[in-house]
């Protein structure tokens, strides 16, 4: 089961982000799993940021 990419986020889960990235349906080239975390943190602050603002 292919995990949406918002959910992963909104879990906290690095390595849950790293799979949703890397789906076929996502059309991402690159992704370097050593850096899941890195997925996860950036996205999550700006969302984060956006809703403090919004």
């Known amino acids: 089961m292919a995990l949406h990419l918002g959910a992963a986020l909104d879990e906290g889960d690095g390595k ?6 890397q789906i076929p349906a996502a059309k991402l080239e690159g992704v370097i799993p050593q ?13 984060r940021e956006k809703a403090q603002v919004g």
């Open 16 to 21: 849950k982000t790293l799979q949703a990235l």
């Open 35 to 47: 850096i899941a975390q890195h997925y996860q943190d950036v996205p999550l602050h700006s969302k």
